[in-house]
Structure formats: structure tokens, C-alpha cells
């Protein structure tokens, strides 16, 4: 999952974005209003976490913007504030949570979570594809009832090609989901990963789940009996 990360105190962003990125999230941070309005309407993100003192467009002003430009990406606001009044007004301007600072980075995760799981119907914690499973709260993956051992990274990349799932994906979007936005497009990383999950959702003797395609990129579907 991709994150934009709008917070103006580099130590609190620092703190916000490791804890994410521990947890296999891709992280986008902006410093004020202007650049997190700018690199939400130039990116998909699946969340947006916006403080709501921020310089130059306050996260108020940003969520209505963006609401009123059809960017629908569930937002959890980050501050300080924790009047009734202020709570409303965010909520009111498009916001789908409120979390008062401080905050522990596991009930931010937690929080994340529920919202995302919001934006499927399903509202389940389980994704499947043929015999693999993932769990995204214990970021565990199980193939044929077998546990797989995978990196944040891998499991990362493994969830964004279920969540596809039957359509392809290209490199550009794997590493735009999977890493950030100061990620070298040009490197061969995601050839690298793509081996590593084959090499442990693909093995000998059972029915391959990621294909390449020539031109397009990399597709995860049902593989043939």
C-alpha cells in the first residue's frame, strides 16, 4: 500500500514514516499543504495521513480540495486538537478518521488498517488467490495450507499483485506502490523480487501464480490444474 504523509515536524514525520515502513507501507512525505495537495493529485495513494497545523494550507483546507478534485483516498487526520468541535469539522470536510497526538504507531497502524479494509467490500483481513492467502494484519501468507516466510518488501509486492489480481501491473506501478517516490525506477530491483517471491510462492511441483507479460509487466492469477 502507498501512503502520502503530510507533517511539517521532520522528527514526528521521521518517526511516522519508519514505523510505516517497517510494516512493508510505501511512504510519500510532504512538509506543508501545498506539496501534500500536489502530490496527491499527481499519485494514487491508498491513504493519506495529514496532520491539520500545516504551513501555508492547513489539512482541513487540503481534504476539501481534494475532495472537490474527486481524489476519494480514505484520510486519517494526525494533530494535536482533541475539542469535539474540531473533530466535526474534520470529519465534515471529508475525513474519514481523527487521531490526537501523541499517538502510539500501533494504534496508527491499526487505524490504517480498519480504513483500508473500509475500501473493500469484503472488509476482511484474508486476500486469496487460488491456493495463497494473505493476512494483512499478521502480514503472514500461506500457500496449500504451507506457511511462507516473506520479507516486509516481498509481502508488500505480494499483496499489490493479489489486490490487481487477474489484470496485470507494470514495473512503473509496482514501484510506485511498493516503494516511494525517491525510489530509482531504473534500477532492476523489481525483476529481483519478482525471482524471490517465485522462488517461494512458485515451487517445483506446484501450479505457477506469477506470470510475466512481455511489454506489460508482471500478473498474479489462477494457474492452470
Known amino acids: 500500500m502507498r501512503i502520502l504523509l503530510a507533517e511539517d515536524e521532520p522528527k514526528v514525520a521521521e518517526h511516522i514514516r519508519t514505523g510505516l515502513v517497517s510494516e512493508g507501507y510505501a511512504v510519500d512525505v510532504a512538509s506543508d499543504g501545498d506539496e501534500a495537495i500536489w502530490l496527491a493529485e499527481s499519485n494514487s495513494?491508498?491513504?493519506?495521513?495529514?496532520?491539520?497545523?500545516?504551513?501555508?494550507?492547513?489539512?482541513?483546507?487540503?481534504?476539501?480540495h481534494?475532495?472537490?478534485?474527486?481524489?476519494?483516498?480514505?484520510?486519517i487526520f494526525l494533530t494535536a486538537r482533541d475539542d469535539v468541535e474540531d473533530k466535526v469539522r474534520g470529519l465534515d470536510a471529508g475525513a474519514d478518521d481523527y487521531l490526537t497526538k501523541p499517538f502510539s504507531i500501533s494504534e496508527l497502524l491499526a487505524r490504517l488498517r480498519a480504513v483500508l479494509r473500509r475500501q473493500r467490500p469484503q472488509a476482511s483481513n484474508l486476500i486469496r488467490v487460488d491456493?495463497?492467502?494473505?493476512?494483512?494484519?499478521?502480514?503472514s501468507a500461506r500457500r496449500g495450507?504451507?506457511?511462507?516466510?516473506?520479507?516486509?518488501r516481498e509481502f508488500a509486492l505480494l499483496e499489490f499483485l493479489i489486490n490487481s489480481s487477474p489484470r496485470p501491473v507494470s514495473k512503473t506501478a509496482i514501484v510506485e506502490h511498493?516503494?516511494?517516490?525517491?525510489?530509482?525506477?531504473?534500477?532492476?530491483?523489481?525483476?529481483?523480487?519478482?525471482?524471490?517471491?517465485?522462488?517461494?510462492?512458485?515451487?517445483?511441483?506446484?501450479r505457477p501464480l506469477i506470470h510475466t507479460m512481455r511489454g506489460v509487466g508482471f500478473v498474479l492469477k489462477e494457474g492452470e490444474p
Open 178 to 206: 511498493v516503494w516511494d517516490q525517491h525510489f530509482d525506477s531504473d534500477t532492476n530491483v523489481v525483476n529481483v523480487y519478482i525471482k524471490l517471491l517465485r522462488r517461494k510462492i512458485d515451487r517445483p511441483g506446484w
Open 131 to 139: 491456493d495463497l492467502e494473505l493476512d494483512l494484519v499478521t502480514h
Open 45 to 64: 495513494y491508498d491513504a493519506l495521513l495529514l496532520d491539520v497545523n500545516m504551513p501555508h494550507k492547513d489539512g482541513i483546507t487540503v481534504v476539501r
Open 66 to 75: 481534494l475532495r472537490r478534485k474527486g481524489v476519494l483516498s480514505p484520510v
Open 145 to 152: 495450507g504451507e506457511e511462507i516466510e516473506l520479507t516486509r
